[in-house]
């Protein structure tokens, strides 16, 4: 048994080698368009067919290889074009195109295989080629029934044939029925032997009589027939024949035609005849009955066809179509009725006549990188112009002009139609159907394409079909934002996690293409760490506190890209306007400030300036400024910031304003600041320095032996200004032409210099003048008495010497005796008169001279302003011009006034002093009286008169002697003189320029509220001294 399955396995090995050496011969020998492969059915799967590369001359690279028509027997390697079996076996006997084929007819399986160009982009071109299915023994044949009975009559003649029902095999060629042999019992063998008859190419056992049969002997035999096949290896099967022996009937039915063939038009309505058989019998009576009947017939021809029993007339049975059979091949077996009956048998074949009754065709399938799902073709719309999606076979059922079809696409689409090979098969035409245009998805995603065919039989017959071609989306728009620049408004102090905005693109593509992700981006990192966006909405929303006053705008970019490979990305610019809220408030660039202005500077003029700001922004910044507490003297100027005094300074009164400023913003609600302001009143040198002490008609009473270093009297002063102009010098201007008396310059002490001596006695008045260090620099004058003596006893007298000071002239001194020189000047003329007899009239000459000028100034008494040779106070002088000395030469002087006359002049000389009153009638008169009480010192000799002095009446207007010699009357009535830098004590009383001075109450009044002098003699004249 091993042995056996050995040798089948090596001849199986043997087949398959030379079946693949015939295809590859067969392949080598095709066209490219008339591809014809080989092959022996029921391969293993994944069993190499051929390849179109290799064996076509195809190209084996860059170009995609897709079976289109085929399956699923075949498959094709999409690089080198291989034709592979699968797991579905290919059964020759089961194709449908090979069920019905006479044993010299070939199977076909057809196949479509498409090459795409992948490098160059280029659409499809359609290959097709056949593959001839070759048979192997894959089949036993096969008896109609494992039983068959066979009727001989008895004393049939030895030789007689007998038909055996042939035995089916449904392999071809050799693989197909080779043999048939009988084996029969050994006690029967000799009566039958086999002989196998040939009949239209087929092998038809027939049973031999071989001896002589006797009913009454024996009435049947079983014998086992043997069929076996001519494949390799051998199969083989067997069935029971039995053989009846019946009674004597001589002769079988003969027919009168070997073959009949009849042509039946498909669609022959039922009933209808379609040919008749007919045999006659040679024998008579029941014998020569003949009943006829189909035999051996395939299921289709039991179904479409019907023979009468009697007449042999085949009728149609079923509807034919000529689609489904284009012919019927059958037997017509007539028997005799006679018993022991006799039969034969003859071949019928029927053609089916076409009729126009098939609309034509149109199949629509996938193409190359195209395909269908559901009647619907998918395509990208990047693809070229004239790339095939689709391949349509039409193809019309019929035959002859019938199966002639025009095919043409409806509408008005960016399609048409292609011959897609160059075979003349015009039951079967092949199209690609292609675009004449390019697609684009955004402008129209999908078309509807009808396909109609019409044949050209008549009536002629159309059918339609359509194809959904959806126009595929690729990734060839960015998106984009609209507008490109979003700007927004959006207030501070918002809260983290606020929206903003929502930002939307728009994709023209579709599906992923079309799906976006939003991001925001990166500049220098700022927007990424106070914004986000949501990637998949595009709502922006902020992440921190936003304040205007920090960043008032945002500018940056977000994007949106799409999910398509290569992904595309649009911007758009996104600008965040800050609104402002009213956050801050008004801020001064100071918490307080301190300006300093000079007194005296008219109302309305700018004191300050301030600064304020407002980060804030518009309304919210508009700052007004009040003054509070707003007591009239200062306002501000909104816009400016200038503060403004509504008053003029005066730094004695008040030096310094405090208040204090309100910036109000004009937010809601409002918000507001303040800040202090201080104003210092910068000092004027606009006051002159005044002294407190001593009064000028005070004095100081000093003994002759008063020591050197003696302090005597301080005087004390004060200036209202401050500062520099508060300073103070004193220096001694006048009255101390002997150097007696030194004055601090800071402290104003005066001290004794020297001794005094006997020229020293009397009243001594010191001009001191206070002057202050500021520019212009004012002063004041003020007069300090001394009276030296050894004694005080008449006081009247020494304040009446005060008295007379205070009306005598600045630039006069007064300093001690007044008479010691004229006592010294007798003295050198007694002793000249004494010294030479010589002289003596000289003398007595010089003797009436003095006698002359003493009882001059006796009678004149003391005149004060009026510079003469004679003078109280000072020494006598002789003449110094030469007019003097032309009245010594003797000429007569001009004849003198009266004494009183004399005195009055010289006074109204002197004196030129309005006071409170300009009207001349109210003018003062002063009267001192030289009667001096007992016990007065001896200096009062000086001062005796012979009669009282006259009354003085001060007259406004009255001219002065000269600008140098001033009254004692001009002193203010207070102890201050107050002057400038360019004028002494007497030139501000000059005839020019004097103008009556203002006191004020205070110093007015010292000397109008209390009497100087204890001496009730000396008076007041309507309260003027």
Not at 22 to 31: D, G, I, K, Y
Not at 144 to 155: A, G, H, R, W
Not at 908 to 933: A, E, W
Request: aromatic share 6%; proline share 6%; hydrophobic share 35%.
């Amino acid at each position: 048994m091993g042995g056996v399955m050995a040798a089948s396995s090596s001849l199986h090995h043997f087949l398959l080698l030379f079946l693949s050496s015939v295809l590859f011969l067969s392949a080598c020998l095709a066209a490219p368009t008339d591809i014809l492969y080989r092959v022996a059915e029921e391969q293993p799967p994944n069993s190499l067919i051929g390849s179109l590369a290799a064996d076509q001359g195809l190209p084996d690279s860059g170009h995609l290889y897709k079976l289109e028509v085929g399956a699923p027997y075949l498959r094709v390697d999409s690089k080198t074009g291989e034709i592979y079996t699968t797991e579905t076996p290919i059964d020759r006997e089961l194709l449908k195109d090979c069920r019905n084929l006479l044993d010299d007819d070939k199977c076909f399986l057809e196949f479509e295989v498409s090459i795409t160009d992948m490098v160059k982009g280029m659409g499809p071109r359609l290959i097709e080629g056949r593959i001839e299915v070759l048979d192997i023994n894959d089949n036993t044949p096969q008896f109609v029934s494992p039983v068959m009975t066979l009727s001989i009559p008895e004393n049939t003649h030895v030789g007689a044939l007998f038909s055996i029902p042939m035995a089916n095999d449904r392999d071809s060629g050799v693989n197909g029925v080779d043999r048939y042999s009988l084996s029969t019992r050994d006690d029967f063998e000799q009566l039958f032997s086999l002989q196998v008859a040939t009949d239209s190419d087929e092998k038809v056992p027939q049973l031999v009589v071989m001896g002589s049969l006797d009913r009454e002997a024996k009435e049947s035999y079983d014998m086992n027939i043997l069929v076996v096949d001519g494949g390799t290896p051998e199969r083989q099967s067997s069935a029971l024949l039995r053989v009846l022996i019946t009674d004597q009937n001589d002769n079988a039915p003969k027919f009168e035609r070997s073959h009949y063939e009849a042509n039946l038009l498909e669609n022959s309505p039922l009933g209808h005849s379609v040919v008749q058989v007919r045999a006659t019998d040679a024998d008579s009576g029941v014998n020569a009955e003949i009943d006829y009947s189909i035999h051996q017939a395939s299921d289709t021809v039991q179904r479409l066809l019907r023979i009468d029993r009697s007449t042999g007339i085949i009728y149609v049975k079923g509807p034919v179509d000529r689609e489904e059979e284009n012919f019927l091949k059958f037997f017509v077996v007539a028997r005799d009725r006679g018993p022991n009956s006799k039969s034969s048998k003859v071949l019928v074949t029927v053609i089916i006549k076409d009729q126009n009754d098939n609309a034509p065709a149109i199949e629509i399938r996938g193409i190359g990188l195209v395909t269908h799902d559901n009647g619907v073709a998918n395509i990208s719309e990047d693809m070229p112009i004239g790339t095939p999606v689709a391949l349509v076979q039409v193809s019309d059922r019929d035959e002859g002009e019938n199966a002639v079809v025009t095919c043409v696409v409806a509408g008005d689409v960016p399609f048409q139609l292609r011959p897609a090979s160059e075979s003349a098969n015009d039951r079967k035409r092949k199209y690609f159907l292609q675009t004449t245009t390019l697609l684009d998805f955004e402008r129209v995603k999908d078309y509807r394409i009808e396909i109609v065919a019409v044949d050209s039989g008549n009536p002629a017959l159309s059918s339609t079909n359509s194809l959904r071609v959806q126009v595929t989306d690729i990734n060839d728009n960015a998106p984009v934002f609209s507008p490109a620049v979003l700007e927004v408004d959006f207030a501070e102090e918002n809260q983290p996690g606020d929206k903003v905005l929502d930002v939307i693109a728009t994709d023209a593509d579709s599906g992923i293409n079309a799906e976006l992700v939003y991001s925001i981006v990166e500049d220098a990192g700022r927007p990424r760490r106070l914004f986000e966006i949501d990637t998949t909405t595009g709502e922006i929303t902020v992440k921190n506190l936003l304040d205007r006053e920090e960043i008032e705008r945002y500018e940056f970019c977000v994007a949106a890209a799409d999910k398509g490979v290569p992904s595309k990305t649009g911007t758009a610019t996104v600008i965040i306007n800050v609104l402002d809220r009213n956050d801050n408030d008004p801020k001064f660039m100071l918490s307080s400030y301190s300006f300093s202005i000079n007194e005296n500077m008219p109302p309305l003029n700018p004191v300050g300036v301030v600064t304020v700001s407002d980060a804030d922004k518009g309304e919210n910044a508009r700052v007004k400024l009040y003054v509070e507490p707003d007591n009239g003297k200062f306002f501000i100027q909104n816009g400016t910031g200038t503060i403004l005094s509504s008053i003029s300074f005066d730094r004695e009164k008040e030096s310094t304003y405090t208040f204090r400023l309100k910036a109000v913003d004009s937010g809601d609600p409002p918000r507001s600041s303040y800040a202090g302001v201080t104003i210092n009143v910068l000092d004027e040198n606009d006051n002159a320095p005044y002294v407190t002490k001593p009064a000028n008609s005070s004095y100081t009473f000093l003994k002759r032996g008063t020591p050197p270093e003696t302090v005597i009297e301080v005087v004390e002063a004060e200036d209202m200004d401050s500062g520099l102009n508060s300073d103070l010098d004193f220096t001694i201007t006048g009255g101390n032409p002997y150097g007696l008396f030194q004055i601090s310059p800071s402290t104003g002490e005066i001290k004794l210099e020297q001794e005094f001596s006997a020229k020293h006695n009397g009243l001594h008045r010191l001009v001191v003048k206070v002057s202050d260090k500021g520019k212009p620099q004012r002063h004041t004058t003020a007069l300090v008495h001394v009276y030296v003596n050894d004694t005080k006893a008449n006081v009247s007298q020494i304040e009446a010497l005060v008295g007379h000071s205070l009306y005598t002239p600045l630039d006069h001194d007064i300093a001690g005796d007044p008479n010691y020189i004229k006592a010294q000047r007798n003295l050198h003329i007694m002793y000249g008169v004494l010294a030479g007899l010589a002289g003596v009239t000289m003398v007595i000459v010089i003797v009436v001279v003095v006698r002359q000028r003493l009882q001059k100034d006796t009678k004149s008494g003391y005149q004060p302003g009026k510079k003469e040779s004679k003078d109280l106070y000072a020494p006598k002088q002789g003449p110094k011009n030469n007019k003097a000395k032309k009245a010594k030469k003797g000429k007569a002087p001009k004849p003198s006034k009266p004494l009183e006359e004399d005195e009055e002049a010289s006074l109204q000389k002197g004196l030129k002093f309005n006071l409170i009153n300009d009207n001349v009638n109210d003018s003062p008169r002063i009267h001192l009286p030289l009667n001096y009480p007992p016990g007065s010192p001896d200096l009062g000799r000086h001062y005796r008169s012979n009669s009282p002095l006259p009354s003085i009446q001060l007259q406004p207007q009255s001219p002065s002697a000269s600008k140098k010699h001033q009254a004692v009357q001009d002193l203010p009535a207070t102890n201050t003189f107050v002057g400038d830098n360019n004028s002494t004590g007497s030139d501000q009383y000059s005839d020019y320029s004097y103008k009556a001075p203002k006191y004020t109450n205070k110093q007015v009044g010292d000397y109008a509220n209390a009497p100087v002098y204890n001496n009730h003699n000396i008076y007041w004249t309507n309260r003027v001294w």
